[in-house]
């Protein structure tokens, strides 16, 4: 698996999970199957992990740069088991998310995420996603 925007560089999180370059497809389609979705926002399709219970405290994750909703995956385990509804999206640009048809400023960014809030009819949520200035 290779960092959106960056050919031949390893993925991170995947070399840290331990799992094998053949192997990283499989995982992806096993999560995705699992927890994936996408949602048309008024910028763009974005897509997103939704795991956990549907009434466990909620944490919404914004990826960082090069990376994707699976960003969190090497501590998710321990956040769900600790009763948390992490929902991890991709930012315009990265992981299964286009670029879309326009420039992308932050204000795109905190839209679409609230747009997929509504969407997922959560009205109250904790956390503070990694653009941390998408969530003001």
């Given at each position: 698996?290779?960092?959106?925007?960056?050919?031949?560089?390893?993925?991170?999180?995947?070399?840290?999970?331990?799992?094998?370059?053949d192997n990283v497809l499989n995982y992806l389609g096993r999560?995705?199957?699992?927890?994936?979705?996408?949602?048309?926002?008024?910028?763009?399709?974005?897509?997103?992990?939704?795991?956990?219970?549907?009434?466990?405290?909620?944490?919404?994750?914004?990826?960082?740069?090069?990376?994707?909703?699976?960003?969190?995956?090497?501590?998710?385990?321990?956040?769900?088991?600790?009763?948390?509804?992490?929902?991890?999206?991709?930012?315009?640009?990265?992981?299964?998310?286009?670029?879309?048809?326009?420039?992308?400023?932050?204000?795109?960014?905190?839209?679409?995420?609230?747009?997929?809030?509504?969407?997922?009819?959560?009205?109250?949520?904790?956390?503070?996603?990694?653009?941390?200035?998408?969530?003001?």
């Amino acid at each position: 698996m290779y960092i959106d925007g960056l050919p031949n560089k390893p993925n991170l999180i995947f070399c840290a999970l331990q799992i094998e370059p053949d192997n990283v497809l499989n995982y992806l389609g096993r999560e995705e199957e699992r927890f994936g979705g996408f949602v048309q926002t008024p910028n763009v399709r974005i897509h997103y992990l939704d795991r956990g219970p549907q009434t466990g405290i909620r944490l919404i994750w914004a990826n960082g740069t090069y990376s994707n909703a699976h960003e969190l995956d090497l501590v998710s385990d321990s956040l769900l088991s600790a009763g948390l509804r992490l929902i991890t999206i991709d930012c315009c640009g990265h992981g299964l998310t286009p670029r879309g048809d326009h420039p992308v400023s932050i204000y795109h960014v905190a839209d679409d995420m609230a747009f997929l809030l509504d969407h997922l009819g959560i009205t109250k949520l904790t956390g503070v996603p990694l653009s941390s200035s998408a969530s003001a």
